[in-house]
């Protein structure tokens, strides 16, 4: 998994234009390497994510422990569903090869922009392997609350971007 998806998540981030003093949410975040990968991007800011499995916590606590320990880096076990930050904590959030497995879209999607303050932006990206097609994510981002959606395409990956209006 940390192999797979790295190359997608550095492109992610890199769509997602994070910036030293941002506060950035990653969901489903595995074994934590789009969050050794957001660390370096948001140098001066904050790093949070939230992942149902025990195991990957783990896993990400161990490749982020320095920035853990720094208080740089913030990460939990739960669902998407119910995250346990403030309204309008994050300047960005992402999920990479997670949006297809949540019980429901929508719901994390709402709970995503509540988290993040007005003009933020998600990023959704997709690896061949994920399954998510490549259509309907316009319609479930707007469902959200989210404006301003589109897709950008690379070779293999894609990625669905959106704005709280």
Known sequence: MARKNRTCAAWVIDL???QPSDRVL????????GIQLLTGSASAGYVAGVDPSK???????????????SGQVDLR???????PFADNTFDKALAINSMQVWP?????????RRC?????TVALGFTPYSGQPNTGLAETRAAAGFAKAHVVESDKNFCALAIKP
Do not use: H, W
């Not at 990957?56 to 320990?69: C, G, P």
């Not at 076990?77 to 995250?83: E, K, T, W």
């Open 26 to 33: 990653e969901v489903g975040f595995g074994p934590g390497v």
């Open 55 to 69: 195991e990957m916590v783990a896993q990400a606590t161990t490749r982020n422990k320095k920035a853990i320990e």
């Open 16 to 18: 997602l234009d994070v």
């Open 104 to 112: 429901d879209a929508v719901a994390g999607l709402r709970e995503m």
């Open 77 to 83: 076990d739960g669902p998407v569903a119910s995250l």
């Open 116 to 120: 993040m303050r007005t003009g933020g």
